[in-house]
């Protein structure tokens, strides 16, 4: 594949240390070159394990936070409410900012007490970072915390751009106002978004998802594609069956092939290429 009329695209896996089938997944496909980033749950009590493995392939991958209100790990914390709740909440303004702020705090905190390093980036577990409320709590600890580093973590701004109801509603949860805030800073963004999808369907509809992601790329920067993938489906996991068709898809064949007729090669978001 020449460099001619390439697109570039961040392809970033979601929950690292949800449980042992996700991590031990997205580290076998880092390793196959086939992501160019990963989201962490740094409230699993598995990070503490699971960052044995993440650390041998950190040169291959970036590795962020997945900010998180909304799984069990949230839940049990304390802070945590189911997803429906979360959205009326912060829609309403009824979250304190400041709260918020000490949480995300302690979240940035859990991921590099283990990485022991600054995220590579940061976003959100069902898209909370963007929330009102939440998008301001976070902007004032990305400036407090990072805003003299370089280079700053780049946020994942989830402006969906694919059709259907479940992307306007990302959509319109606040990105346009944290695509407008970064902008405004200075801060560095990845975006759009593609990746979302019922997590139905066979390997087959997988592959169809994914081939339709990559044919309808911006051309002018890199957009974001979100996976889910696992080696294998945990009982306790809803969307378990979705992440090991998505792994079995990724790892395979068809996977390489329909990047290469999208004309389509992975960066990390800061830009450097993914070598398989």
């Given at each position: 594949m020449t460099c001619d009329h390439i697109k570039d695209v961040v392809l970033c896996a979601d929950d690292y240390a949800l449980n042992a089938p996700v991590s031990q997944g997205i580290v076998a496909l880092a390793v196959l070159g086939r992501l160019s980033a990963t989201s962490v749950m740094s409230l699993s009590p598995r990070w503490a394990e699971d960052v044995v493995a993440l650390r041998d392939v950190r040169e291959r991958l970036d590795v962020g936070v997945h900010l998180d209100w909304t799984s069990s790990f949230a839940v049990a914390a304390g802070h945590g409410r189911g997803l429906g709740v979360v959205?009326?909440?912060?829609?309403?303004?009824?979250?304190?900012?400041?709260s918020i702020e000490d949480e995300i705090e302690r979240q940035l905190d859990a991921f590099e007490g283990q990485w022991q390093a600054a995220p590579d980036h940061i976003d959100g577990h069902q898209h909370i970072q963007q929330?009102?409320?939440?998008r301001h709590a976070l902007a004032e600890v990305l400036m407090r915390r990072y805003g003299d580093t370089a280079p700053r973590p780049w946020l994942r701004v989830s402006q969906v751009a694919q059709p259907g109801l479940k992307a306007k509603v990302i959509s319109a949860m606040g990105a346009a106002a944290l695509a407008d805030w970064a902008q405004h800073h200075a801060w560095p963004t990845v975006g759009p978004l593609l990746g979302a999808y019922g997590f139905d369907g066979s390997l087959d509809d997988y592959a169809r998802h994914m081939q339709g992601w990559l044919t309808h790329l911006p051309a002018d920067n890199a957009a974001l594609i979100m996976c889910h993938p696992a080696v294998s489906a945990q009982p306790?996991?809803?969307?378990?069956?979705?992440?090991?068709?998505?792994?079995?898809?990724?790892?395979?064949?068809?996977?390489?092939q329909h990047m290469f007729d999208a004309r389509v090669r992975l960066v990390r978001g800061s830009g450097k290429l993914i070598q398989a």
């Open positions: 959205m009326a909440r912060a829609a309403l303004r009824l979250y304190n900012q400041q929330f009102a409320v939440f306790d996991d809803a969307i378990g069956p979705a992440r090991k068709r998505e792994f079995a898809y990724l790892a395979g064949h068809d996977f390489v």
